[in-house]
């Protein structure tokens, strides 16, 4: 099993050096790096380059949704209506069900329905990837931890025909029952799990037992949410970072369908030895070819 106990805050020294305790009462937020850094604007040529949050985003704290705002003097990112907040906290990225992502949450666990990737110019995208941060009374930041590993997937075009593709569905299989990734501090365990169901659309011939399966969903933008599907002609590659919440992967199922759900293509890839996904890292998945 795969986990990360985090006993103190030295990770995040870095990214919080120099950081106002004042703030004007804010809650300032951060997020440690993704051994390539994930949060939610990618480029994924250049994952350690950092990411970044975006503004009017939702964070779920103690139960309540708060807005991204950005100091556009300092450029610290901080959350809405939260001067002078006491007590302990609970956050959580994303925090909410949007035109963007489908959430839902059950105790100390979130559940994924679907993310959209959105292809922005000079090869970035947008994606959210799962977090969680615990700060105590009086504290005025709150640094975000991923509650996921993730996969740089390359999807390549070589077929002659185009195409546009709407919706890919990826699913990360193991050959036993799998672990979810988790985050722990402080005797508490937060997770991020997939909540798609097995169904028909599952690869033909495949005996896929769901304890051994994450279903995952992507919908697919060209720059922004209200312009579905991603146009494909011959030679065409675009990659993209998604977040993977079980801690072994065998093989990989990705699928993908036009924006009216009609299969376009279907491809198994099988790693020689099963990938052992750390919560934390990315991990770069050779092209899935159609």
């Given at each position: 099993m795969k986990k990360t106990k985090i006993l103190t805050v030295a990770l995040l020294l870095a990214t919080l050096a120099g950081c106002s305790k004042d703030n004007d009462g804010r809650i300032r937020i951060f997020a440690e790096k993704m051994s390539n850094n994930t949060k939610v604007l990618v480029n994924p040529s250049n994952i350690s380059a950092g990411a970044q949050w975006v503004v009017g985003e939702y964070v779920k704290l103690n139960g309540v949704y708060k807005t991204i705002q950005k100091d556009e003097t300092s450029g610290a990112y901080y959350l809405d209506d939260t001067e002078n907040m006491t007590g302990d906290k609970v956050a959580y990225y994303p925090g909410k069900s949007s035109n963007k992502y489908g959430i839902?949450?059950?105790?100390?666990?979130?559940?994924?329905?679907?993310?959209?990737?959105?292809?922005?110019?000079?090869?970035?995208?947008?994606?959210?990837?799962?977090?969680?941060?615990?700060?105590?009374?009086?504290?005025?930041?709150?640094?975000?931890?991923?509650?996921?590993?993730?996969?740089?997937?390359?999807?390549?075009?070589?077929?002659?025909?185009?195409?546009?593709?709407?919706?890919?569905?990826?699913i990360a299989q193991n050959t036993g029952a799998v672990d979810p990734v988790f985050y722990e501090v402080a005797n508490n365990r937060y997770y991020a799990k997939w909540a798609a169901p097995m169904g028909p659309s599952m690869p033909l011939g495949e005996?896929?037992?769901?304890?051994?399966?994450?279903?995952?969903?992507?919908?697919?933008?060209?720059?922004?949410?209200?312009?579905?599907?991603?146009?494909?002609?011959?030679?065409?590659?675009?990659?993209?970072?998604?977040?993977?919440?079980?801690?072994?992967?065998?093989?990989?199922y990705v699928t993908g369908y036009d924006d009216e759900g009609t299969e376009l293509f279907s491809v198994k890839k099988v790693f020689t030895s099963a990938v052992e996904v750390e919560r934390n890292h990315m991990y770069d998945i050779h092209p899935i070819e159609f």
């Open positions: 839902d949450f059950v105790n100390d666990t979130m559940f994924i329905n679907s993310l959209s990737v959105i292809f922005r110019s000079g090869g970035q995208h947008e994606i959210a990837f799962p977090m969680v941060a615990t700060a105590g009374p009086n504290e005025n930041q709150l640094g975000f931890r991923h509650l996921t590993g993730g996969f740089r997937v390359t999807l390549k075009k070589t077929s002659s025909s185009s195409v546009s593709v709407a919706r890919v569905r990826v005996n896929l037992n769901v304890k051994y399966c994450s279903v995952m969903n992507f919908d697919l933008y060209n720059y922004n949410e209200n312009n579905p599907g991603v146009s494909f002609s011959q030679t065409d590659e675009r990659k993209f970072c998604i977040p993977i919440t079980v801690s072994s992967v065998k093989n990989l």
